[in-house]
């Protein structure tokens, strides 16, 4: 659906790497045809490719194939990007996590959350709840 307002964007792909490179490649023209900034572009990209990649890697502890969902939205009047991903992985809410140590040197720190990080820091917005045994996370962030 596109008008004056909104455009959408819809995908779903499996657990699998092979369909986060699709659905990296397909987010990134979306985007790309909606904002001039690659830089801020890339930025949201890469804040996916952490996210989903999550999903993936930890969301389930069986072999089988699981859909995730993502949309995106954007609105040309507030001129930001709304992303939804949607999973039946383990619960887990991204908008709440272990803040990394980041004053250590690399050696000394503990692995783990350093991703989460700079997703919410380069979003303006993460939104998370679970209903029916789904994952929900929206991020938003403006396109200015």
């Given at each position: 659906?596109?008008?004056?307002?909104?455009?959408?964007?819809?995908?779903?792909?499996?657990?699998?790497?092979?369909?986060?490179?699709?659905?990296?490649?397909?987010?990134?023209?979306?985007?790309?045809?909606?904002?001039?900034?690659?830089?801020?572009?890339?930025?949201?990209?890469?804040?996916?490719?952490?996210?989903?990649?999550?999903?993936?890697?930890?969301?389930?502890?069986?072999?089988?194939?699981?859909d995730i969902n993502i949309?995106?939205?954007?609105?040309?009047?507030?001129?930001?990007?709304?992303?939804?991903?949607?999973?039946?992985?383990?619960?887990?809410?991204?908008?709440?996590?272990?803040?990394?140590?980041?004053?250590?040197?690399?050696?000394?720190?503990?692995?783990?959350?350093?991703?989460?990080?700079?997703?919410?820091?380069?979003?303006?917005?993460?939104?998370?709840?679970?209903e029916n045994d789904m994952?929900?996370?929206?991020?938003?962030?403006?396109?200015?």
């Amino acid at each position: 659906m596109t008008d004056q307002i909104n455009t959408l964007f819809e995908m779903k792909i499996l657990n699998k790497k092979d369909d986060l490179r699709k659905l990296l490649t397909e987010i990134d023209g979306f985007l790309l045809s909606h904002c001039k900034n690659p830089a801020l572009v890339n930025k949201i990209v890469m804040c996916m490719d952490e996210l989903v990649t999550n999903v993936i890697s930890y969301g389930h502890n069986d072999k089988a194939d699981h859909d995730i969902n993502i949309s995106a939205q954007i609105d040309m009047i507030k001129r930001e990007v709304s992303i939804t991903i949607k999973d039946d992985g383990f619960e887990f809410d991204p908008t709440n996590p272990t803040k990394p140590n980041i004053r250590n040197p690399v050696q000394q720190r503990q692995i783990g959350g350093l991703g989460l990080h700079i997703v919410s820091s380069i979003f303006d917005k993460m939104i998370y709840h679970r209903e029916n045994d789904m994952n929900i996370l929206t991020v938003v962030k403006s396109l200015i």
